[in-house]
């Protein structure tokens, strides 16, 4: 127990160094462009300049820009820090272009959106980009879940699997075949693990340039700028595991080693590396509690399988039975007294409010698995305080043996339980605690009408957002089509068939050129009516139609 307890203390320093680095603030999100959506430009600009709230890195081919036809042109783009820059050809003539963009955040989820500008005026018909289909969740989500709960189950029976060898059952008359058994599943847990966590690896580089399933061929997938830590991860888990393999061997014969313990601790923490404890503040302290609830985690289920393997071998020699049973027991209480710590307080950490438990899908399946673990907590309840007396010295032998043989099944529930709750975990990896990452699909065509009023033209476009949220731009032109300064804001109001929206406000932003955030409540056929002030007498009114998508 000194060992153990020293190779804790030297992890910890180690993932203390690890959780220094600068941290991120979960999911990126836009806080500003250049030029700005909607805009209007009475010139082209040399290049689109994106803002995050935190650094993000750029996918191959992850800006992309088109005109009106939905054409793309040429883009150089790079990203420092907190900002994308795309370099725009030179010369672009008058109309709507768009860039579509996809960046990664620091916690390894893909972020994406459009960006829609003018120069001059808008188009009067705008394309949808042909843009290849994005893919975020479906197969891919569920394949980096599925890889990602048996990488932590083959990570956990190593973890509690080298502890059960080196301490639980040191001294205890275990019969030779049990120990093989033991060192055996060991060594098929550690398979597992390196052989998911290998996987993991193109898996993570498809989800992060949308390739879905079929990109874990792709050799884009491996590119060690886009999956540097899930090859950190890999590596760490290849040389931690292979200790613990190693030092199973020598446990088996009555030796450990201090180094073999740190490299096994050291790859059971690997995960809190990099995911979302990562993305958030103070960020050594949850890298810190995030190794121990793995760890701990990884001592209650390896060492409850280790039970299930060891016990019948042990049926006959009640007294021995007791021992180990004690000696689990005792260790168990305290690490389901951590493994509860430490997880409430990286819930807090990661969701930081109560309604995110029920508002975010992340949420609700830290409900599932704080369900979960609360039955085998029961359970194991159950096997410590009723089943657990029947072992004690002053109970008879064919006592023993049929207690023996209850915590048998018992501890068999609680390893099938804490399987379910590795699953469950897998899924929780793959969820973004902040919300959800929304489907990457090609902007779609931009609405664009126009009507006279008097001499002038009016030109309306209503740019494509998210939900029922619009961008619209009017422009008021002349004969010529250049845009005319009025001699105050032209009165707009919306209305269709069911709603009348009334007068809305309009802001300037640029000559002749006015924007306004519309709520659309539904879609269809939408009339707007736009009173042009020319002068304090002249307003003449033009109708336009609209259909909103």
Request: proline share 5%; net charge negative; charged share 15%.
């Amino acid at each position: 127990m000194r060992r153990l307890t020293l190779a804790l203390a030297v992890l910890i320093a180690l993932l203390g160094v690890a959780g220094t680095a600068a941290p991120a603030s979960a999911h990126a999100s836009l806080v500003a462009t250049d030029p700005a959506e909607g805009a209007v430009l009475p010139d082209a600009p040399d290049a689109v300049v994106l803002t995050f709230d935190e650094p993000v890195s750029l996918v191959s081919d992850g800006v992309a820009a088109f005109d009106a036809a939905g054409d793309p042109l040429e883009v150089d783009a790079s990203a420092r820090d907190d900002e994308v820059t795309a370099d725009l050809p030179t010369g672009l003539a008058d109309g709507t272009y768009v860039v579509t963009w996809r960046v990664v955040s620091a916690d390894g989820h893909p972020v994406a959106g459009s960006l829609t500008f003018h120069v001059g005026a808008p188009s009067e018909t705008v394309v949808a980009p042909r843009t290849p289909t994005a893919t975020v969740g479906g197969p891919i989500g569920v394949a980096i879940a599925v890889v990602g709960a048996l990488n932590y189950l083959g990570l956990f029976l190593v973890g509690g699997l080298a502890l059960f060898l080196g301490w639980t059952v040191r001294g205890v008359r275990l019969h030779d075949d049990a120990r093989r058994r033991l060192v055996r599943l060991l060594r098929a847990a550690a398979g597992l693990a390196i052989a998911a966590g290998l996987l993991a690896v193109p898996l993570a580089g498809s989800y992060q340039l949308g390739l879905g399933l079929g990109g874990i061929v792709d050799p884009a997938a491996w590119d060690p700028s886009l999956v540097r830590d899930d090859l950190v991860v890999l590596i760490l888990q290849v040389v931690g595991l292979g200790a613990a393999v190693l030092g199973a061997g020598r446990s088996a014969r009555g030796r450990s080693a201090l180094t073999l313990d740190i490299l096994t601790l050291l790859a059971v923490a690997s995960p809190a590396l990099v995911g979302h404890t990562r993305a958030y503040e103070p960020t050594t302290l949850l890298v810190i509690t995030d190794a121990l609830h793995l760890y701990v985690a990884a001592v209650w289920l390896g060492g409850l399988v280790a039970l299930a393997v060891t016990l019948p071998a042990l049926g006959g020699r009640p007294r021995d039975a007791a021992q180990v049973l004690s000696r689990f027991s005792t260790m168990a209480t305290d690490v389901l007294a951590a493994l509860v710590g430490s997880g409430a307080l990286l819930s807090w950490g990661i969701l930081g409010s109560w309604s995110a438990l029920v508002e975010t899908t992340y949420g609700r399946l830290l409900l599932v698995k704080i369900g979960v673990v609360a039955v085998v907590a029961a359970v194991a309840a159950w096997n410590r305080f009723v089943l657990l007396p029947g072992m004690d010295a002053d109970a008879g032998h064919d006592q023993r043996r049929r207690t023996t043989l209850r915590i048998r099944r018992t501890v068999a529930v609680e390893a099938a339980l804490l399987v379910v709750v590795v699953g469950v975990t897998g899924f929780l990896v793959g969820k973004a605690p902040g919300g959800e990452t929304a489907p990457i699909a090609a902007p779609a065509a931009t609405a664009v009408t126009t009507a006279v009023a008097g001499d002038y033209r009016v030109l309306a476009q209503l740019d494509a957002a998210e939900g029922n949220r619009r961008r619209l731009t009017l422009q008021v032109q002349d004969a010529t089509g250049e845009p005319v300064d009025l001699y105050r804001a032209p009165v707009l109001t919306a209305a269709s068939e069911q709603v009348d929206l009334g007068e809305i406000a309009l802001t300037p932003v640029a000559a002749g050129t006015y924007a306004a955030d519309l709520v659309l409540p539904h879609p269809g056929a939408w009339e707007l009516t736009v009173s042009v002030r020319v002068d304090e007498f002249t307003n003449p009114v033009a109708v336009l139609d609209l259909d909103v998508d």
